[in-house]
């Protein structure tokens, strides 16, 4: 083989991983038991289909983040590990069996996101709306953050979805707008800004997230330009993850992100006013979305005492 060959298949070769990033296969009885309930409803999670890395301590935990609204794509990021194809239709009983799986769970706090669904005329707010409506009367002790598409020319569907009040309405726009066209082709970058923004201007009660990867070519000025983007929209929280290649035809990694990058963002996040950022190696949008959540409604609240103008104080009659 010549110098030349060498260097090339080199180049070509994949990334190692350090060691921060590097997890444990699942092993424990409550991941098999959470597997379990999730076939016996005839559910699909994110944890599987976007192979997260995070699945074997989620699942111990008995959390799991649900697919609705099928397995298939109607979209091909190059990131995302769904398949992409023609969708099958609908499953009308799938509402209620996610409701069910909540309440067998016990779980306190619950992430929906779906797979893109350009082949129906509302992109399925509809049925985003009815998971949401059928969690609340099955499960009323769960509070329930959605990860939605971009609903990209469905007029009218996301104001059913916020209509629908979900706690938490989460929408990722994953990468810096540069990278949009190899990474997220089928998307547009400031279009989701505009989603976000609308729905703080729909229901500003409703907490707003978004999360990007890093590791894609981006570099630090492009994130934290974006920060200020989402700022600008008003969101609440953002999750900032390394991005891993899920298969060899999906985009390369392009670097490992550092730890201290990581919290490095995270104190620039704050900075910039967001009520709450996570940003780790593992993190993923809906990782410890439970804890979270909890800390967002804190740090509101915070928010909210310390703009609170101070009594007057009573004047002296003397």
Known sequence: MSTMESFHDKEAAPLRKPDWIRVKAPTSQEFEETRALMRSKSLVTVCEEAACPNIGECWKK??????????????????????????????????????????????????ITSVDRDDLEDGGAAHFAKVIRAIRDTAPFSTIEVLT??????????????????????????????????????????????????????????????????????????????????????????????????????????RFVSPDEFEDYARMGRAKGFLLVASSPLTRSSYHADRDFYALRRARDEQIRAAAPLPCSVKDSG
């Open 62 to 111: 008995k959390h799991a983040t649900m697919m609705i609204m099928g397995e298939i794509c109607t979209r091909a990021c190059r990131f995302c590990n769904v398949k992409t194809g023609k969708p099958n239709r609908l499953d009308p009983n799938e509402p209620q069996n996610v409701a069910d799986a909540v309440a067998s769970m016990g779980l306190n706090h619950v992430v």
């Open 149 to 254: 598409p971009d609903f990209r020319h469905k007029q009218g569907a996301l104001e059913v979805v916020v209509e629908a009040r979900p706690d938490v309405f989460n929408h990722n726009l994953e990468t810096v707008p540069r990278l949009y066209n190899a990474i997220r082709p089928g998307a547009r970058y400031f279009g989701s800004l505009q989603l976000l923004a609308r729905v703080k201007e729909l229901d500003p009660s409703i907490f707003t997230k978004s999360g990007i990867m890093v590791g894609l070519g981006e570099d630090r000025q492009e994130v934290l330009n974006l920060m200020d983007d989402l700022r600008a929209a008003d969101v609440d929280f953002m999750t900032i993850g390394q991005y891993l290649q899920p298969t060899p035809r999906h985009a390369k990694v392009e």
